[in-house]
């Protein structure tokens, strides 16, 4: 079985401010991970995967995310938050022997204030 | 960009009528899926369909739940007497890696339809 936990329902930044959204995984094979971003009205949009490549993985809108094998984690982090960021992300994780199935978490909604 | 879209955006029924929910995937993708969000909840997975057949299903998938590729370019999924705990956001997705290659598929994901049941 795998799962995604999100830590926080709800994060606030100030514009131009770090932004760190919290993932952890829990897989039993290694995972496939994935970062989804849903704007308002809109589906879900691909931000950025990890396929077991490099483990820093670089995706659209200047956002990245870093696998951590030790830690479990695959926390999403933008240096400058914009007010264009303001939407729900979703962490997921897919198992590499049945690559279709994504397992996601319960979502981040990300507040950008100015 | 090829996109997936779904119609309708938003479908009100009542309790117990049939309901179809209709998505056009990306032309060239194998592979088809439909998750659903109930209010507040995770994105679940439901099912999953390749080859004009059913390759895994959830829990949720029950009896009450079809799927179909009618035409060659629409999918659909029928549920057959709804329920009010059926109301949520549904989505469709598509993904076009074969899956004999090594490597994650990619979901690209329609904007959802949101069904209530009263």
């Known amino acids: 079985a795998q799962s995604v936990t999100q830590l926080g329902s709800h994060v606030s930044v100030s514009e131009g401010a770090l932004v760190l959204l919290r993932c952890n995984y829990s897989s039993s094979v290694p995972p496939y991970l994935f970062w989804y971003v849903q704007y308002p009205n809109q589906g879900l949009q691909l931000l950025l995967k990890y396929t077991s490549a490099a483990t820093l993985v670089k995706g659209i809108n200047g956002f990245e995310a870093e696998f951590k094998k030790s830690e479990t984690s695959f926390h999403l982090t933008k240096p400058s938050a914009h007010m264009s960021d303001a939407a729900e992300y979703f962490c997921a994780v897919s198992n590499t022997g049945t690559a279709s199935k994504l397992t996601f978490g319960t979502g981040t909604r990300l507040q950008v204030t100015l | 960009e090829p996109e997936v879209t779904q119609t309708p955006s938003h479908q009100v029924t009542q309790m117990g009528q049939e309901v179809i929910l209709r998505c056009v995937p990306i032309?060239?993708?194998?592979?088809f899926y439909w998750y659903r969000q109930i209010l507040g909840q995770k994105v679940e997975f439901l099912v999953s369909f390749y080859n004009n057949e059913i390759s895994e299903k959830s829990e949720i998938f029950d009896d009450q739940f079809s799927v179909e590729r009618p035409d060659g370019s629409n999918f659909t999924l029928k549920i057959r007497s709804t329920k009010l705990e059926d109301s949520a956001m549904y989505f469709c997705a598509s993904s076009g890696r074969d899956r004999r290659l090594s490597g994650a598929n990619v979901l690209t994901f329609g904007a959802g339809s949101r069904l209530t049941v009263l």
């Open positions: 032309s060239n993708h194998l592979y």
